[in-house]
């Protein structure tokens, strides 16, 4: 039977919806189906078939379609899209994946550990005098772009990286109608950058990841291509992810003294953070040809959204999965960087991140709680949290 056809269940009524609420009426649609029909296309919702598809090669990320979904056509949006790491695939795709897995392999990032602890101790000093802080621009927010910056070693410019990673992200969350012209300027602005940056790193070169992509045989376009996915991708993801674990740490403080009687539960905890709510609760793909999935056929061209948020929270494979809990060990893996080719490639700096964050201020941070209430944005693309406050006790 085609999906297209099929009558069912339906998640439209998501618009607007965060936090607790956005789950619980998430796992009413899950409970009804593992095929769910929203505005913007199809749904899968469990863990099985989520994870089929996001490993079936006849499923490709649908970057150009997004776009036509919101009415962009041409222009410069259009144009940068094209050119993009995420639309390509098969043998493009993978050759330039190639080029950057030696910048985010987990050997790489453990080089990587001690600058990031030395950028946390400074960012949370001043927070740490006051016993307060907005969390989001005291460390959630600048720490993922020093860190890129530290990669492509222009550490003073981690604002720049980190505002234009916002503005790029854009275009999955359908509103560039209102948001088109900033974007443009955005790509503009930051396209410009990197053709300066690569231009004086061939003349004289280093070991950051500019100077590395610029002697390889890609063209100058490709190559300022690929250095603006990797500012687009790895900044504002972390970002949002560094927020939503300190606020299910505020919002669960049984769940922090654990990690302070025991910070060696940092790793553990981040898998648990990432389970629990992944700031990419819906990660599109579209049929590259008819392709049949348990007895449905989705045709050629077909749009299906993966949803990581119940994927993840799937009683088939997670015991008590609506629990957030750092000592129970999962053996099954969140979806939350996806799986398959198009897997985060950032995915070992974004843990890195994370694990030294928790595990710096867990034993420096006593009575974790809310201040106020968090201000979350849209789950649709990037899923942030605009402000954190929290407040504590330091020792």
């Known amino acids: ?27 009413e649609v899950a409970s009804q189906s593992w095929l769910a029909r929203g505005a913007t296309g ?72 001690p600058r990031l602890r030395e950028l946390i101790e400074a960012l949370w000093a ?29 550490p003073g410019d981690a604002p720049d990286l980190a505002r234009w990673s916002v ?11 209102e948001t088109g012209p900033a974007v443009e300027q955005a790509y503009a602005e930051v396209r410009a950058y990197v053709f ?12 950051d990841l500019i100077s590395v992509i610029g002697q390889t045989d890609l063209t100058d376009d490709e190559c300022v291509t690929l250095v603006c996915s990797v500012i687009s991708g790895g900044t504002d993801t972390t970002e949002a992810q560094l927020a939503h674990g300190m606020r299910l740490f505020a919002e669960h403080p049984d769940q922090w ?12 905890a981040v898998e648990e953070v990432l389970r629990y709510e992944p700031i990419t609760p819906f990660t599109a793909r579209i ?4 392709v049949e999935v348990r007895d449905v056929v989705f045709p050629k061209d077909t749009v299906v959204f993966i949803c990581a948020a119940t994927a993840n929270r799937d009683p088939q494979v997670f015991e008590d999965p609506q629990a957030f809990d750092i000592t129970k060990p999962r053996e099954a893996a969140p979806l939350t960087f996806g799986f ?23 034993p420096r941070v006593r009575d974790l709680r809310l201040a106020g209430e968090p201000v979350l944005g849209s789950p649709t693309g990037i899923y942030a949290v605009e402000s954190l406050p929290l407040a504590f006790t330091s020792v």
């Open 287 to 290: 049929a590259t040809e008819d």
């Open 1 to 27: 039977m085609l999906a297209t056809e099929l009558d069912l269940p339906t998640y439209d009524h998501l618009d607007g919806v965060t936090g607790a609420r956005f789950h619980e009426l998430l796992d």
């Open 126 to 154: 001043p927070a740490a005098a006051a016993g307060e802080c907005e969390f989001v621009a005291t460390l959630a927010e600048p720490l993922p772009s020093q860190a890129i910056a530290e990669l492509l070693d222009v």
């Open 42 to 113: 199809l749904a899968v919702f469990d863990r099985e078939t989520c994870n089929a598809l996001l490993r079936d090669r006849r499923f490709a990320f649908p970057a150009l379609e997004l776009l036509q979904l919101q009415g962009v056509t041409s222009g410069p949006i259009w144009d940068r899209t094209v050119d993009g790491l995420m639309v390509q695939s098969g043998d493009a795709h993978a050759r330039l994946r190639r080029l950057l897995m030696p910048a985010f392999t987990p050997r790489a990032t453990e080089r990587l550990r």
């Open 167 to 177: 503005l790029l992200q854009e275009v999955f969350k359908f509103r560039l109608d």
């Open 196 to 207: 300066d940056k690569l231009a004086q790193r061939r003349r004289a070169p280093g070991e």
């Open 340 to 362: 398959g080719a198009h897997f985060c490639i950032g995915a070992s700096l974004a843990r890195a991140e994370l694990a030294e964050t928790f595990s710096y201020l867990a």
């Open 257 to 268: 003294q654990l990690l302070v009687d025991d910070p060696s539960l940092a790793a553990q």
